[in-house]
């Protein structure tokens, strides 16, 4: 099983590009991987409650500090 992370940046506008992180994450899942959703830029939008309703899902909010010392402790390099 692997960890994989999926990064949306398109927000509501572009409903197509929005959707490629979930429906990539949801393919991952069913064959047994263990994915994260990263949402940047206008992405962020679709987690407002007047575009969906988390009441109840399993959805976390991070920190940017979090993000950046678990990238750290991998001693890895990321590039955006």
Known sequence: MARVLYLGTAGSD???R???PFNFAM???GAGHQ???FLAGEAVYLMKDTVTDLKG???QFINPK???EKVAATDKVVSL
């Open 18 to 20: 929005a959707g490629f």
């Open 27 to 29: 393919g991952a899942q």
């Open 14 to 16: 572009d409903r197509t």
């Open 57 to 59: 899902k399993n959805a």
């Open 66 to 68: 979090v993000i950046v």
């Open 35 to 37: 994915p994260e959703i």
